[in-house]
């Protein structure tokens, strides 16, 4: 069998990395007898040393007390991942999705979760990146395994990130970024001068004339083979077309302002990749160069400092605050306030913190193990003069027509729930009086966020009617295991008197016909059976809104006539357009990605358990003893156009797939759109 880092290695993107021989896995690297000591207090590092770090905790038999450790570290993760997926609602369907994802989502998540357990590794990073890459198979952006003793700690990186480019004929080809080199020497001034001395020949020094260039080959093959075989790794989103773009850079409106997203193949949050290979050929040039770009690491500023391989993993490795649940009613302090939530570093939107005493608001959120980074996107890519009320994530433009209106939301979710839809309302009611019919809204690389706000939205814009009132989302439904049923018992019997629990029948949970639950109500009880794919499952009832009523009262028309805005969440139902830029012509783009219904992690289930005092119980997952973090989706949506099933494995197939050319690449990218009719 090929070493699972080994193989995924291939897999990422298509590039290659230097196998070590046999006898050096064996050992601590050559150079240093330390190979985290070699890279302590370095800003930035070789990939390949920073592996060497990575991979000098092994599991051996050398000293018996590491050994029993380390198994029991290797088999108490693998007990956590697994108890915890009784939570998440898709397992059974993601071991088979229903077309049109039936060749993209296929992975028998159990069964590679047994096949790990009874596996030997090298080293615990060799573990981690199979069971990371486990959990991304899944394609569900809600349910990934993160270590943050690997994942992210450092951030790989090169000066080129790519674009696929449609010329006039209507060809598409793979491109380094126009803006490349610009966002190069802004985000990485101390480091491009390693790139510049990497290049080859006449080309040293020359970065800045790679900016623009059509890349024929990637390692000496097709560029869509690399992007194809990061697809297949990437996690995330169902459909390929969505794992595809993923490769190439972007763009998002963040709460500090316009941010440039590098894509899979300029930024990777594991050091697996050391270099690449180009074949270019260069704006204005007619001939080709074959170029070999190193890979750099960057050390994130949430690293905690370490001087040798024991600090480095006592100071990143290991359990922190808030890695684990808490039993709210255990202590007095525990009612001030939660530890932070470590999943908070890899969610794709920025969420508030939620304190034991703060009002608990549905979330769907993406996680990811690279987190958002604060790449400023280059002025020359950034719209201009947004209108007043513009905010945080929420940028509102009008259109040179002046019929058209803009709203870039780059996320739904803000400091609290009520400014968002306040600044929503605001600035669509400020659009409308300027004289904008029609509406644009950009919700590119949105990760997530409060679900209330996204009812409130679809709300707003379409008006008050039978798909918005009283429910403006998705009915939705939990997985109904025999640990959650035991939950729900608990809090009955007395065990959550503040309604501080998610499954409180009290926190928001409404029947199909929109009414309350009671505060005795047993939701779970009886659970619904259902068989996919050939196995037995148990969900909760059908449940109905929990947003309505909304704080802030909605106006009472629809500020824009439905079938002139171009949105993801009003497609099937009002018949918005939908529109995705810059896909590959001959692959039908989804212009949603995971669905969900609503998401969580870890350490809330665990502070479910805890707080109903069934930690002991054999189905609860114990504590994590690294430093991890598990997302789950923890309800599911039902389907709109087919109800009876959910809406996360029907098609969104995608009005139109508008080309990224070079003259609109070089300008603001969303002011290009397809006009509305």
């Known amino acids: 069998m090929v070493a699972p880092r080994v193989l995924l290695v291939g897999l990422i993107t298509g590039l290659t990395v230097t ?18 000591a070699a890279i302590a207090n370095q800003t930035w590092a070789a990939p390949a040393d920073v592996r060497a770090c990575f991979s000098s905790f092994p599991v051996n038999g050398t000293i018996k007390e590491n050994y029993a450790y380390r198994v029991f570290v290797h088999l108490q993760i693998i007990e956590v991942v697994n108890k915890t997926l009784a939570f998440h609602t898709s397992v059974s369907y993601e071991k088979r999705a229903p077309e049109p994802f039936t060749a993209d989502v296929h992975e028998d998540v159990l069964a590679d979760l047994a096949r790990i357990r009874g596996q030997t590794y090298a080293n615990e990073f060799d573990l981690h990146v199979d069971l990371s890459r486990t959990l991304k198979r899944l394609n569900d952006g809600h349910c990934v395994y993160i270590n943050q003793c690997f994942d992210s700690l450092f951030l790989t990186f090169l000066p ?13 080809s793979v491109h380094i970024a126009p803006a490349a080199f610009t966002v ?60 595809q773009n993923g490769f190439f850079s972007s763009y998002n409106t963040g709460a500090t302002g316009w941010t440039y997203i ?69 202590a007095p302090e525990r009612r001030r306030g939660l530890p932070t939530n470590p999943a908070n570093k890899f969610r794709q939107a920025p969420v508030p913190e939620v304190t034991s005493a703060s009002k608990r608001e549905p979330l769907d959120v993406m996680l990811d193990t690279a987190p958002l980074q604060d790449v400023v996107l280059p002025p020359g890519l950034t719209p201009q003069n947004p ?8 940028q509102f433009f009008m259109l040179k027509d002046k019929k058209t209106g803009v709203l870039a939301l780059g ?52 008006g008050p009617k039978a798909t918005t009132e009283p429910n403006a989302g998705l009915d939705t439904e939990a997985r109904a295991g025999p640990l959650a049923q035991l939950i729900v018992k608990q809090i009955i019997a007395g065990a959550d008197p503040d309604v501080l629990l998610l499954y409180n029948p009290l926190n928001f949970w409404r029947f199909a016909n929109n009414t309350p639950f009671p505060a005795d109500f047993n939701w779970l009880d009886p659970p619904v059976s259902v068989v996919v794919n050939g196995i037995h499952d148990a969900f909760s009832q059908r449940l109905g809104d929990e947003c309505e009523p909304y704080s802030t009262n909605p106006p009472p028309e629809a500020l824009f006539d439905t079938k002139k805005v171009a949105i993801v969440t009003m497609a099937k139902e009002e018949g ?17 990605g995971t669905v969900g219904g609503q998401s969580t992690d870890f350490s809330e289930i665990d502070t479910e358990v805890k707080t109903t005092h069934l930690k002991n119980n054999t189905l609860a997952p114990p504590d994590f003893l690294t430093n991890s973090v598990q997302g789950i989706t923890w309800r599911l949506g039902f389907g709109i156009q087919d ?12 009005d139109v797939n508008l080309p990224l050319t070079a003259s609109t690449y070089a300008t603001d990218i969303f002011f290009h759109t397809c006009p509305l009719t």
């Open 160 to 172: 080129t990130p790519l674009v696929l480019l449609t010329d006039a004929t209507g060809k598409q």
């Open 262 to 330: 590098m894509g899979n193949f300029a930024q990777q949050s594991l050091p697996l990749v050391d270099s690449v290979t180009l074949t270019i050929q260069r704006v204005n040039s007619s001939t080709t160069d074959t170029i070999t770009l190193p890979y750099r690491s960057r050390i994130a500023s949430t690293a905690i400092p370490w001087t040798d391989a024991q600090s480095f993993h006592e100071n990143n490795c290991v359990a922190i605050p808030g890695t684990n649940g808490e039993d709210l009613y255990a």
């Open 643 to 654: 109800p009876s099933q959910p809406e996360e494995w029907q098609n969104h197939p995608a």
């Open 387 to 394: 209108l007043v009320g513009s905010t945080g994530v929420a």
């Open 411 to 462: 996320s739904f979710s803000a400091g609290s729930l009520d400014t968002l839809n306040t600044a929503l309302l605001t600035g669509l009611q400020n659009l409308k009086k300027q004289g904008a019919t029609k509406l644009i809204v950009d919700v590119s690389n949105n990760g997530g966020g409060f679900i209330c706000t996204a009812h409130w939205l679809h709300r707003i814009i379409a």
């Open 184 to 243: 190069a020497t802004a985000e990485f001034k101390d480091e491009v001068s390693f790139w510049q001395n990497a290049l080859p020949g006449a080309l040293k020094g020359q970065l800045a004339s790679l900016a623009g260039a059509r890349v024929l080959a990637i390692n000496g093959q097709d560029p869509f083979v690399a992007v194809n075989a990061n697809a297949q790794v990437a996690g995330s989103f169902q459909g390929l077309g969505t794992r």
């Open 576 to 592: 918005a357009k939908t529109v995705v830029y810059g896909g590959k012509s001959d692959v039908q783009q989804q212009y949603c």
């Open 19 to 36: 196998k070590p021989a046999a006898a050096e896995r064996g050992t601590l690297d050559v150079r240093a007898s330390d190979p985290c």
